[in-house]
């Protein structure tokens, strides 16, 4: 009786194991979408999806006489609705498990994107690790339109096109859906999305010929940051302040700057590590913020007059460096303090974690507080190399 007994148990513990591909889904039945677009059209969303034609897309060689993507757009009172809807026109069901990118329309942005995300966040079949972003000057659906020709799959060209430009670039910076979400939720900080606009003929990037140039009619571009305050956009930052934010919030992973020779011309350093600590504290019953900020450089290209074996010389291309950036992030920040009063920093998060006890206080009336908030600065800049050769070419020239 006893064996009969484990028998029975062993059996049904096998079976919860073997019953793992109840929920499969073959991939004939499926349309997998890449790239998903949200504008707002009066009070319907108006839905675009971007999705792979798998068989333009597993060619080794050749271009194919037919796009690599294709797009299905529905018009309902909810995503959920719009989704459904798709299945009017696709032949399959849209899967969104390998979202790359999501545009959100700039009219949508500016009304509020919180309840565009909600479906995207609640649905356990979507990832969340996507890069979010936001239409300029257009629509989100024309973004996606626009045919790419280093990346078969235009939503791809859009992914690593920011993931490059952030870790060489500094005025743009990647959000993934679930860094928004936090931010989002987060007292004392309002995040920001990077804005891509279509350069060009927007109707020939819709077709195929605009792959068949060499300078292509329409191109995608990202330009700025858009600031949010909760969850609607308010504004712009231009590429100066963009590129002072990344500083402020320790984005920076790369960049270049330059500086003015004392003979004329300019000296550009790459930066190789950039390094930024916030401090909140109290003073005199007042909120401030210390910004502490470490710069490793190198010395990249040089068109100018300049001795470079002088340690004096290094030491003086090392103060202004500080002192411009210095200056450009006071800049930013002053700019966004007069202009929008949101705290995109992080000044405010920095102040609950040092004195939770004075934020409590403050923060219903923070975004007063940060308009006047004292900030004070600390740069440092080392220039690590040189390059392969102590002279400029400038110098070495023969009359």
């Not at 504290?281 to 074996?309: F, Q, R, W, Y």
């Not at 920093?345 to 939770?356: D, N, T, V």
Request: aromatic fraction near 6%.
């Amino acid at each position: 009786m006893r064996t009969t007994v484990l028998g029975l148990i062993l059996g049904v513990l096998l079976s919860t194991v073997l019953t793992g591909c109840w929920n499969r889904r073959e991939l004939n039945d499926l349309g997998i979408q890449l790239g998903t677009a949200i504008d707002k059209v009066g009070s319907q969303y108006h839905l675009s999806v971007q999705v792979v034609e798998p068989g333009e897309v597993a060619k080794r060689s050749g271009k194919g006489d037919i796009s690599s993507v294709t797009m299905f757009k529905a018009t309902a009172p909810s995503l959920l609705a719009a989704f459904r809807k798709l299945t009017e026109s696709s032949p399959r069901k849209i899967y969104g498990a390998h979202i790359r990118v999501l545009v959100l329309g700039e009219s949508l942005a500016k009304e509020g994107i919180a309840n565009a995300i909600d479906l995207l966040v609640r649905d356990p079949e979507v990832r969340s690790d996507f890069y979010v972003m936001i239409a300029r000057g257009t629509s989100a659906e024309s973004v996606l339109k626009v045919l790419t020709s280093l990346e078969k799959i235009p939503a791809n060209e859009l992914f690593h096109a920011l993931d490059t430009s952030a870790k060489a670039w500094a005025p743009t910076t990647t959000v993934t859906l679930d860094q928004l979400v936090e931010k989002l939720l987060t007292e004392g900080e309002n995040p920001v999305l990077t804005g891509v606009r279509v350069e060009g003929d927007r109707s020939i990037g819709e077709m195929k010929q605009n792959l068949d140039q060499v300078d292509p009619a329409a191109q995608l571009q990202l330009f700025g940051l858009g600031v949010l305050h909760k969850d609607r956009l308010i504004g712009w930052l231009n590429e100066t302040e963009s590129k002072g934010y990344n500083y402020i919030t320790d984005q920076v992973k790369s960049t270049a700057g330059y500086v003015e020779c004392p003979s004329g011309g300019l000296l550009t350093l790459e930066t190789i590590q950039s390094h930024t600590k916030l401090k909140a504290k109290m003073e005199n019953g007042e909120p401030t913020v210390d910004i502490h900020l470490v710069d490793e450089s190198n010395i990249a290209e040089v068109a100018c007059t300049i001795d470079l074996e002088d340690p004096q010389t290094i030491a003086r291309l090392e103060k202004e460096q500080e002192e411009k950036k210095i200056e450009l992030m006071r800049r930013t920040i002053e700019a966004v303090q007069s202009k929008f009063k949101a705290d995109i920093f992080g000044f405010g998060q920095a102040l609950y974690r040092s004195e939770p006890k004075a934020w409590a206080r403050l923060k219903n009336e923070w975004s007063e507080h940060f308009a006047k908030l004292k900030v004070t600065y600390h740069v440092e800049v080392h220039i690590r190399r040189i390059g392969t050769t102590n002279e400029s070419i400038r110098n070495g020239l023969k009359g």
